[in-house]
């Protein structure tokens, strides 16, 4: 598992962007693909989703995920779910210790966010729908109802797949350009022509700033070119292949 020095001098707080190492599942999804959502085993799922728990020092139960669906919803968690009745939505937030908020990705930005002071921290999940939505935003004001500051949020990009492997259609800027004539900063040419390359955690990063986080730190890593350590959507569509394992972020407010 990956930790930043940013969250990890916040006091109270435990939290990691774990890999692809160190699970039960075979094939596609080796090794701890942590994905209820994918057409692996439920129970190797299961298994490696405990473990992660376990690298938390935290029981399986502590873990609570939601129906990830590319939106803007931001929900506040006091409790784990009723199996099988996750909300859809796209971060969670919480002031209740010993929950331990997770997003599953595989090239998406995961971002987690602990408030220095107040006890609040979140979890989100910003893919390119959820960040030009508002998903950011949401997280954001709904920290700040529980007593969080714009200005004490740390917020932590995780591994997200990296500019150079993120070629997108001539269509793809429009939104984005649209938001903010600055936006172009994350648009590279790419070899074919009308073509461009999209900085994701770029972008992810200057959104966050913008909206008064005053600390963004991230991990320095391309989830669609380093297969050893993680999944990849966009690796595993280029290849063909029928589906692909998810990879966990989590973070928990110490009891």
Same mark, same amino acid.
């Given at each position: /598992?990956?930790?930043?020095?940013?969250?990890?001098?916040?006091?109270?707080?435990?939290?990691? #962007?774990?890999?692809?190492?160190?699970?039960?599942?075979?094939?596609?999804?080796?090794?701890?693909?942590?994905?209820?959502?994918?057409?692996?085993?439920? =129970?190797?799922?299961?298994?490696?989703?405990?473990?992660? /728990?376990?690298?938390?020092?935290?029981?399986?139960?502590?873990?609570?995920?939601?129906?990830?669906?590319?939106?803007?919803? $931001?929900?506040?968690?006091? =409790?784990? #779910?009723?199996?099988?009745?996750?909300?859809?939505?796209?971060?969670?937030?919480?002031?209740?210790?010993?929950?331990?908020?997770?997003?599953?990705?595989?090239?998406?930005?995961?971002?987690?966010?602990?408030?220095?002071?107040?006890?609040?921290?979140?979890?989100?999940?910003?893919?390119?729908?959820?960040?030009?939505?508002?998903?950011?935003?949401?997280?954001?004001?709904? /920290?700040?109802?529980?007593?969080?500051?714009?200005?004490?949020?740390?917020?932590?990009?995780?591994?997200?797949?990296?500019?150079?492997?993120?070629?997108?259609?001539?269509? #793809?800027?429009?939104?984005?350009?649209?938001?903010?004539?600055?936006?172009?900063?994350?648009?590279?040419? $790419?070899?074919?022509?009308?073509?461009?390359?999209?900085?994701?955690?770029?972008?992810?990063?200057?959104?966050?700033?913008?909206?008064?986080?005053?600390?963004?730190?991230?991990?320095?890593?391309?989830?669609?070119?380093?297969?050893?350590?993680? #999944?990849?959507?966009?690796?595993?569509?280029?290849?063909?292949?029928?589906?692909?394992?998810?990879?966990?972020? $989590?973070?928990?407010?110490?009891?």
């Amino acid at each position: /598992m990956i930790t930043l020095s940013a969250l990890n001098e916040v006091n109270r707080i435990r939290h990691a #962007f774990f890999t692809r190492e160190g699970g039960v599942s075979q094939g596609l999804y080796a090794s701890l693909n942590c994905g209820p959502g994918s057409a692996d085993s439920a =129970a190797a799922v299961a298994e490696n989703r405990a473990r992660a /728990m376990a690298l938390l020092d935290l029981a399986p139960t502590a873990l609570v995920t939601v129906h990830q669906c590319h939106s803007a919803e $931001a929900v506040v968690v006091d =409790a784990p #779910f009723v199996p099988g009745q996750a909300p859809k939505a796209d971060a969670l937030v919480t002031t209740r210790p010993g929950l331990a908020l997770g997003i599953l990705t595989a090239d998406c930005a995961p971002v987690l966010l602990a408030d220095r002071r107040a006890g609040v921290c979140a979890a989100a999940h910003a893919g390119w729908r959820g960040a030009v939505g508002g998903v950011l935003d949401n997280t954001l004001d709904a /920290m700040v109802k529980l007593g969080a500051g714009r200005k004490t949020i740390v917020a932590a990009i995780g591994p997200c797949i990296g500019q150079r492997s993120y070629e997108v259609g001539p269509e #793809f800027p429009a939104p984005f350009l649209a938001e903010d004539e600055d936006n172009a900063d994350f648009f590279a040419p $790419a070899a074919r022509p009308g073509h461009f390359l999209f900085d994701l955690p770029g972008y992810v990063a200057r959104r966050l700033a913008r909206l008064g986080v005053l600390e963004v730190t991230r991990v320095p890593a391309d989830t669609c070119r380093d297969e050893t350590r993680f #999944f990849s959507y966009r690796r595993a569509t280029l290849r063909r292949e029928p589906d692909y394992g998810r990879q966990l972020s $989590a973070i928990v407010l110490e009891r």
